[in-house]
């Protein structure tokens, strides 16, 4: 099971830090990521992290997103700086079984794990 928590409204530039705790698997490390969606737009794989501590942002975000986990590999986390309007959607955390990440965080939204969602707002 995954949960996410964190979501809410800022305004463009501002900052937010999303979590989301996983329960109910205890078999290790492995992938984990985050998407998103906009009404009207397709899901877009934000970021991954695969038990390697290898990481893959989707160009949108890079440089101003940060995906980490915590020590006991129980809460993935994504934090978001500089946000901008176009940066509004609802944000699913997703994972998998396997150890790595295939596709990076574009594959992110074919994870067959995920949570129901935390909805960010960015006003300019």
């Known amino acids: 099971q995954l949960v996410e928590s964190g979501g809410g409204s800022v305004q463009a530039g501002g900052s937010l830090r999303l979590s989301c705790t996983k329960s109910?698997?205890?078999?290790?490390?492995?992938?984990m990521g985050w998407f998103r969606q906009a009404p009207g737009k397709e899901r877009e794989g934000v970021a991954s992290?695969?038990?390697?501590?290898?990481?893959s942002y989707a160009d949108s975000v890079k440089g101003r997103f940060t995906i980490s986990k915590d020590r006991a590999q129980t809460t993935l986390y994504l934090q978001m700086n500089g946000l901008k309007p176009e940066d509004s959607a609802i944000y699913y955390c997703?994972?998998?079984?396997?150890?790595?990440?295939?596709?990076?965080?574009?594959?992110?939204?074919?994870?067959?794990?995920r949570g129901q969602g935390t909805q960010v707002t960015v006003s300019s």
């Open positions: 109910g698997y205890t078999g290790g490390d492995h992938c």
């Open positions: 992290l695969d038990r390697y501590s290898t990481t």
């Open positions: 997703a994972a998998e079984v396997r150890g790595f990440c295939l596709g990076g965080s574009a594959g992110v939204p074919e994870l067959p794990y």
